[in-house]
């Protein structure tokens, strides 16, 4: 019998498919008021470096398509992310729960990362100094959580 979700997980997966599906329209929607020529590349700093083509922005687009697609599938086999070491009959439905939920938050993270890359560069907008340290602190964050509560729940 396969686990049902938990909710937690399924929040996170419902705000990570509204923003899937924002950019896809954001990008149907306004394309022909994108300017020719769009934000290509970012420096450590935010700052564009390197300017694209419009359609640079659809390969940013299928980068976002194959981490929603990826990561769903991941969602729907915990037990390859699990930590068999670790897992028992007692302790494996909380431990799954944990997995995915730190699936959904990565699906989470990573989609968003993409989508504020492909607004800001569609929009010839800095990403901001703020980002790179900004991600990486959320995502080391978010990893550390969810390896605490793996663990915790292994007790």
Known sequence: MKNKKNLFARILDGIALLIF???????????GRFPQEVAGHYNLAGEVDRMAGKPSLLIYLLIAWIVFILLSVAERFPKFFGGKRIMTEENESRILGQVEAMLAMVKLLAL???????????????????????????????????IIRIFMSAE
């Open 112 to 146: 968003g990362i993409l989508t504020y890359a492909i607004v800001r560069s569609a929009l010839v907008l800095p990403l901001g100094p703020w980002f790179l340290p900004g991600v990486l602190i959320l995502t080391f964050i978010c990893m550390i959580f969810f």
């Open 21 to 31: 599906v924002g950019v896809n329209l954001f990008l149907a929607l306004g394309w």
